[in-house]
Structures are given as structure tokens and as C-alpha cells.
């Protein structure tokens, strides 16, 4: 090789090696501060989970919740001030819970690496082991997130697509973030488990029903739904996939080709002809929708994240560590 191709082979490599470290992430960033984080959040993952089974469906609410508005950076978890609105408070996050079992586990971190840990690691973590949980894929995720100071409600329509937009809209977000159409077919794979409020689906059933719904699945629909305007504290819902819905598979796919999908955005990806061709294949391979679905979770978990000196590691999920000190 004469020496100039040599010296661009070296450029290549470089840059290679750069673009894979660009986003400060690393594996195992926390092998020689806290070597045991991994194991303890799997554990209390595991033992929530074996407690309460819908905990696995709010770990993996979380990280789309979470990384998708700006940053993976736990903004999500911090509660509202006399200042700054929550995100959890938004109509975004509608029926979003549990978040007091994240506090558990950041607890358990703590008692063996005091601040060491960051809320935003432990989100993308739990949502990890949550997909395991539910019948989904090992995916291996870097850490080394810190976690943000302040919540950024205002800005979370803007980045999190809602069940009503168009899947252009839907395409758009998630295309910012670099994941492509198989991506995001994949990713909405994750209505696949967990429950629709009321709410959000009696447009479809009343005051006329939706001619798109499978006529075999509205008188289900229709004795979850029994109120035209439900009462949003109540609990009433429908089950995302009466087949398995308990957990994540490719049952989701073969639902809304059979127009049993409950959100307008189900319907839209099963015939909207940029996404039909992978919902069929998601449908007919469990492994390919699950190959999808890790890429995009690894690239949803790689947002924009915070890390080096950038913002800080939380004492607490729920707090900024300023108005932790200050109470």
C-alpha cells in the first residue's frame, strides 16, 4: 500500500472510530465507577415486573417519552415546579404511571454507588430489561447519559407524535432522529402490549363508528367504551392486542392489517403505502420485526444525550438536584 493510501485508510479508521464515540456514550460506562449498576437495575426490574406486570409497559412508554423530546436526558421524571410545568403533566403523557418505581430502583443504585448513577441511565436501562420482560429482544445500550436540570414541557408536541397526526408527521419526528421507515414501523410494534384509554379512541366509536374498524371488534370496543365522553380519571381502556397482550410480539401487525389496530396512527401505518410493505413483513417474521425494533430502540436511547460535564446526576429521579438542596 503506498503511503498515502496508507495514510487515508488511517483517516478512515479514525473517523470511524470517532462517529461510533461521537455521542459520549460508551458499553459498560459504568464498569469501573459502579460495577454492579447494570445487575442491580435488572434485578429490580425483574422483581417490579414479577410484582406488577404492567410495569414493563411504563419502562417502555418512558423511553419514547423521555428521549424523543430534545434529549435522553430524564427530563421526563422531574416534577413540576412553581415555574416549569412537568412533562408528565402534558396531554402527551396522558395514563403515563409507575414513575415511583423508577425512584426504587434509583434508590437501589444508590445505596451501592451514591451519586454515581444517572436518572437518564437507569430510564433507558429499565426500558431495557422492561422489553425483555414482555417477550421482546436483548438489546445492548450504552450509558454514560447525565441527566438534565428542568423540564421542557412547552416543546414536547413538537417532537412527540400524538395517535391522531399523520404518518408523514410521524415519518418526519422520528426520521430527526435518524430512524428510518422500518424504524418507526417497528417502534409503534410497542402497541403491541399495555392498554388505549377510552379517551382516546371514542372518536372512532362515537357518534357514529369508524367504517375502518373490523366490524368483529367494535362490540368490544364498544362495552369498553360504553361513554361516548368518559371521564379521563376514570380507568377505562381497551387492551392494545386481545391475542397477547401481555406481550411484545408481531401479533400487533397481523391486528391492523385486520383493521383491529385502535388509534387512527395503527390504521394509518397498516395501509399507508410506505409503511404496509414492512407492517406485512413484521407481520409474517417475528425476527425481522424484533431486528427493527432494537435498531431503533438503540437509536431512540442515543438522542442527543447529555454527558461529560453537561448537566449533572440527580439525588433524586423527581428533582433537579438544585431543588433537592433547596427544599
Excluded at 365522553?229 to 377505562?236: E, M
Excluded at 406481550?247 to 394509518?268: A, C, P, S, T, W
Aim: glycine share 6%; aromatic share 8%.
Amino acid at each position: 500500500m503506498g503511503s498515502s493510501l496508507f495514510f487515508l485508510a488511517l483517516f478512515a479508521l479514525s473517523a470511524v472510530a470517532k462517529a461510533d464515540t461521537s455521542s459520549g456514550l460508551t458499553m459498560n460506562f459504568y464498569k469501573e465507577s459502579c460495577p454492579q449498576a447494570e445487575d442491580i437495575i435488572r434485578e429490580q426490574v425483574k422483581l417490579l415486573y414479577k410484582r406488577h406486570k404492567n410495569t414493563a409497559f411504563s419502562w417502555i412508554r418512558n423511553i419514547f417519552h423521555d428521549c424523543a423530546v430534545q434529549s435522553c436526558d430524564a427530563s421526563l421524571l422531574l416534577d413540576s415546579t412553581r415555574k416549569t410545568l412537568s412533562e408528565k403533566e402534558t396531554d402527551r403523557s396522558f395514563g403515563m404511571r409507575n414513575f415511583r418505581y423508577l425512584e426504587e430502583i434509583k434508590d437501589a443504585v444508590e445505596r451501592e454507588c451514591p451519586g454515581v448513577v444517572s436518572c437518564a441511565d437507569i430510564l433507558v436501562l429499565s426500558a431495557r430489561d422492561g422489553i425483555v420482560a414482555a417477550g421482546g429482544p436483548t438489546i445492548a445500550l450504552k450509558t454514560g447519559r447525565r441527566d438534565g436540570r428542568k423540564s421542557r414541557a412547552e416543546v414536547v408536541e413538537k417532537f412527540l407524535p400524538d395517535h391522531n397526526e399523520s404518518i408523514s408527521s410521524v415519518l418526519e419526528k422520528f426520521g430527526a432522529m435518524g430512524i428510518d421507515i422500518a424504524g418507526v414501523v417497528a417502534l409503534l410494534g410497542a402497541h403491541s402490549v399495555g392498554r388505549t384509554h377510552c379517551v382516546k379512541l371514542v372518536h372512532r366509536l362515537y357518534p357514529e363508528v369508524d367504517p375502518a374498524l373490523n366490524p368483529d371488534h367494535v362490540p368490544h370496543m364498544l362495552k369498553k367504551c360504553y361513554d361516548p365522553i368518559p371521564d379521563p380519571k376514570a380507568v377505562q381502556y381497551v387492551r392494545n392486542d386481545r391475542g397477547t397482550p401481555m406481550k411484545l410480539d408481531n401479533n400487533y401487525y397481523r391486528n391492523i392489517l385486520d383493521n383491529k389496530g385502535l388509534l387512527m396512527v395503527d390504521h394509518e401505518l397498516a395501509h399507508d403505502p410506505r409503511t404496509r410493505p414492512y407492517v406485512k413483513k413484521m407481520a409474517k417474521s417475528q425476527d425481522y420485526f424484533f431486528e427493527h425494533f432494537a435498531r431503533a430502540i438503540t437509536l431512540l436511547s442515543e438522542n442527543n444525550p447529555l454527558t461529560g460535564e453537561n448537566g449533572e446526576i440527580r439525588r433524586h429521579c423527581n428533582l433537579s438536584n438544585k431543588n433537592h438542596y433547596d427544599e
